[in-house]
């Protein structure tokens, strides 16, 4: 299988006028509530401010956006913190969902050293200092441990107690996993009140049944066939905590590269799949506008995907149910 780095994506993206988003896109019913935006800089030089993504939701038809933090090494270049994810929130609360972002790693994690202010203590003195300021959730979570390291498991232990839901980054180096994503399901089990939602590689790769280990590093070429009983459909009808989030390359080449499957996807998981954007940098192009119109959702599912998954998960307030048409 031929695989493309996600830069390589972005700039087909944005050169390749079937798709991005045409300029006369038609008017949908409901604006999105978006689960995947960052603020700071993540590539040099393309520095996305709050501004910015303001101007990038206005453009497209978003409500609201969750900031994503980056925190640790593993997961970008520049580091883009919870604190200005908080103050982003502060600046505009009616537009800017906040989440938080601690890597498991931290000092405190250590209670044979620090006693009573450590371990599972001292990470959910943390987490509930942001979630006290806003936070909504935990994340993005891209950590170069494997995903059930037991660091990772009292994590997720501490937003389970505290109702953090995580959107974490699945992929060979990141969070990382093994076809049929045994790891995964190890924190699916352990922690069954906690949300999981889904992103990256090697998240996506796993809605193919014939997905491999090597999968995981790259976003499949478009059109590629998907193998029926892949381990996204075996999660998410075993465990009722494992959400998707259709963001970046992985979740549009998860649906492009077989529509047929994809639409069927998107219609029988519609209680778990979130839309997203993944926006790092300002006049980003976004394929996912125009796959997803292509695909004539029904009302019902169009309702669930764009935002009333995350209006529940988030436990958003009652003014935002509707969203009305753009």
Known sequence: MTRLSRRVFLASAAAAGGLVQ??????RKYKYIDIHTHLGTFYW???LTVD???KLMDRDGIEKAVVLPLVSPESSPYPQTTEAALAAYKAHPDRIIPFC????RVTTNRPERYG???GLHGIKEILKRYQDAGARGLGEHKVGLPFDHKLMMLLYEACQDL????LFHLDDIRSFDTAGLPRLENALKAFPKLPFIGHAAGFWASISGDATDADFGRY??????VAPRGALDRLMEKYSNLYGDLSEPGGYCAIARDPKFGRAFIIRRADRLLFGTDFLMADQKVPQFELLDSLKLPDDVQQKVYRG??????????STQGGGSR
């Not at 972002?101 to 498991?104: F, I, S």
């Not at 209006?311 to 307030?317: D, E, Y």
């Open 22 to 27: 045409a300029a006369d896109t038609p008017r």
């Open 45 to 47: 030089g393309k520095e």
């Open 52 to 54: 910015g993504l303001l």
């Open 101 to 104: 972002c601690v890597d498991p």
């Open 116 to 118: 009573h202010v450590g």
């Open 163 to 166: 109702y953090l839901p995580i």
């Open 220 to 225: 499949p070429k478009v059109p590629t066939p």
């Open 309 to 318: 998954n995350a209006i529940r998960l988030l436990k958003l307030n009652r």
